[in-house]
């Protein structure tokens, strides 16, 4: 059974870092794109960071050059280090698996959530 | 970035009734379209991709259709545990956009 399991997530200042991680069972994060999405508190979804396979990655705009995506293949984890944070990063972080044939995402973590306020 | 438009914003259906969603993009993404659920409290669940495919172990009462700009997504006959925000997601053009959600309650 495929799990995706989000930790990492707490209050933190604004300009603070802070290094989500997703770890994974029941499939192989190397073999497969991977990604990350937001949901601001009670809004909607948005897009964030995918990871290739290759190792290729995309950003959105609001996090481009402050994110980054990377994955540990011996622990099967996925990463986000986040820096330069900003109160309009406060939202629940997902990580999620790109679909087998598709651009989109076919199973989810719970979440983790990140708030970012002083 | 391709732009997605999703009305109503909040359905109120009659349990047995059908609800219909729509989204609409604001440029051509063929047949690239994903439909998810939101439960409170709960992760996205992917339900439709490719506009009309089923995703696994998702019931029949769920269905969608369109491509190009319109689309919609069709829930046969409404029951409570469909009670959630549905959203639709292109994966036609970089970024990956989502709608701003539908809520579905009961009448």
């Known amino acids: 059974e495929v799990q995706l399991v989000e930790t990492g997530g707490g209050l933190i200042q604004p300009g603070g870092s802070l290094r989500l991680s997703c770890a994974a069972s029941?499939?192989?994060?190397?073999?497969?794109?991977m990604g990350w999405v937001r949901q601001a508190p009670g809004k909607g979804l948005e897009w964030v960071s995918v990871?290739?396979?290759?190792?290729?990655?995309y950003y959105a705009d609001s996090v481009k050059g402050r994110f980054t995506i990377s994955r540990d293949d011996s622990k099967n984890t996925l990463y986000v280090q986040m820096n330069s944070l900003r109160a309009e990063d406060t939202a629940v972080y997902y990580c999620?698996?790109?679909?087998?044939?598709?651009?989109?995402?076919?199973?989810w973590g719970q979440g983790t959530l990140v708030t970012v306020s002083s | 970035e391709i732009v997605m438009t999703q009305s109503p914003a909040t359905l109120s259906v009659s349990p047995g009734e059908r609800a219909t969603l729509s989204c609409r993009a604001s440029?051509?993404?063929?047949?690239?379209l994903a439909w998810f659920q939101q439960k409170p409290g709960q992760a996205p669940r992917l339900l439709i991709f490719?506009?009309?495919t089923r995703a696994t172990g998702i019931p029949g009462g769920f269905s969608g259709s369109g491509s190009g700009t319109e689309f919609t997504l069709t829930i046969s006959s409404l029951q409570s545990e469909d009670v959630a925000v549905y959203y639709c997601?292109?994966?036609?053009?970089?970024?990956?956009?989502f709608g701003q959600g539908t809520k579905v309650e009961i009448k």
């Open positions: 490719r506009a009309s």
């Open positions: 997601q292109q994966y036609k053009n970089w970024p990956l956009t």
């Open positions: 999620a698996k790109r679909h087998s044939s598709d651009w989109t995402f076919d199973h």
């Open positions: 990871l290739y396979t290759g190792g290729t990655t």
């Open positions: 440029q051509n993404i063929g047949s690239n």
């Open positions: 029941g499939f192989t994060v190397s073999s497969n794109h």
